[in-house]
Nanobody, 122 residues
Framework: VQLQASGGGLVQTGGFLRLSCVAS????????VGWYRQVPGKQRELVAD????????????NYAEFVEGRFTISRDLAKYTVDLQMNSLKPEDSAVYYC????????????WGQGTQVTVSS
């Protein structure tokens, strides 16, 4: 599975951004998609994900506690895209955001997009 992410940028506190990720390759093998983020010196952390296969949506989204209702993950099964709408952004949301797809038996194979920088100015 190959992933191509886009949509990062610089916004002010309280602003919004929409990240998008398109999958290609073995998309029918995908059983979970999501977004993670990472800042220098820290581990990559889950932002939000959605269970389900490449063409079947199989469950409700899962969000990290710090999202606090500000972000929404969505997917377009026909276009193999997964988006992250981020509202009410805070400086602490600044990070490199990565889209992720899990595939294979027991979702054991991780595929990552190239990362997109999100910077929120105070």
């Amino acid at each position: 599975v190959q992933l191509q992410a886009s949509g990062g940028g610089l916004v002010q506190t309280g602003g919004f951004l929409r990240l998008s990720c398109v999958a290609s390759g073995s998309v029918l093998a995908i059983n979970n998609v999501g977004w993670y983020r990472q800042v220098p010196g820290k581990q990559r952390e889950l932002v939000a994900d959605m269970p389900g296969g490449g063409i079947i949506s199989a469950g409700s989204p899962n969000y990290a506690e710090f999202v606090e209702g500000r972000f929404t993950i969505s997917r377009d099964l026909a276009k193999y895209t997964v988006d992250l709408q981020m509202n009410s952004l805070k400086p602490e949301d600044s990070a490199v955001y990565y889209c992720n797809a899990k595939s294979g038996l027991m979702a054991s194979i991780d595929s990552w997009g190239q990362g997109t920088q999100v910077t929120v100015s105070s």
